[in-house]
């Protein structure tokens, strides 16, 4: 079993910033894929970043350029800088991890709200 704990969710007014953080632990495999997930109100929930062991990271189009993921100081844990926000990011932000490389198997943190609003 994995877990996920996220933080830095919240309100900001259009043009902030925030920063999210996802802590993983328990039976990591050695090849993982770490990223954020978003859900908005009667959407589905979409990839908004990702990054792998390698350091290869992939972005939604539309967060490239304000968006960046990387991986934090402490082991197995990822950051998402959010810059410029938009009220079309205010959604539900999910920490997924895909553990293992041949069949992946997907973990998910509870969840944590991002708000853009002024």
């Known amino acids: 079993q994995v877990q996920l704990v996220e933080s830095g969710g919240g309100l900001v007014q259009p043009g902030g910033s925030l920063r999210l953080s996802c802590s993983a632990s328990?039976?990591?495999?050695?090849?993982?894929?770490m990223g954020w997930y978003r859900q908005a109100p009667g959407k589905q929930r979409e990839l908004v970043a990702e990054i792998n062991r390698s350091g290869t990271t992939k972005y939604v189009d539309s967060v490239k350029g304000r968006f960046t993921i990387s991986r934090g100081n402490a082991k197995n844990t990822v950051l998402l800088q959010m810059n410029s926000l938009e009220g079309e990011d205010t959604a539900v932000y999910y920490c997924?991890?895909?553990?293992?490389?041949?069949?992946?198997?997907?973990?998910w943190g509870q969840g944590t709200q991002v708000t853009v609003s002024s």
């Open positions: 328990g039976s990591i495999s050695s090849w993982y894929v």
């Open positions: 997924n991890l895909k553990n293992g490389l041949i069949a992946p198997v997907d973990y």
